[in-house]
Nanobody, 115 residues
Framework: QVQLVESGGGLVQPGGSLRLSCAASGFTSSSYVMSWYRQAPGKERELVAAVTSGANTDYADSVKGRFTISRDNANNTMYLQMNSLKPEDTAVYYC?????????WGQGTQVTVSS
């Protein structure tokens, strides 16, 4: 059974940091493009960061310089290190795996940035 399970979300003050994890099971994620998306209340889901099978990365302009995406193929896991968090980063963060028409989603983890 294919699963993507996110963890690491929570409540953090502005300027703080969080590290999200996405554990994949039921498939080998190393050949997939792995991505983080987020969806804030009343807004559409948006791409935050992506990492290819060759470890090339891409980021939304709003998070460049603050977030870092990485993957550990040996452990079928992806990470998102989020620093200098802002209230506008508040959203549900989703893990995604994509390859040749196969598209898997996690259930999401809530990140709330508030004082």
């Amino acid at each position: 059974q294919v699963q993507l399970v996110e963890s690491g979300g929570g409540l953090v003050q502005p300027g703080g940091s969080l590290r999200l994890s996405c554990a994949a099971s039921g498939f080998t994620s190393s050949s997939y493009v792995m991505s983080w998306y987020r969806q804030a209340p009343g807004k559409e889901r948006e791409l935050v960061a992506a990492v290819t099978s060759g470890a090339n990365t891409d980021y939304a302009d709003s998070v460049k310089g603050r977030f870092t995406i990485s993957r550990d193929n040996a452990n079928n896991t992806m990470y998102l290190q989020m620093n200098s968090l802002k209230p506008e980063d508040t959203a549900v963060y989703y893990c995604n795996a994509f390859r040749w028409g196969r598209n898997y989603w996690g259930q999401g983890t809530q990140v709330t940035v508030s004082s």
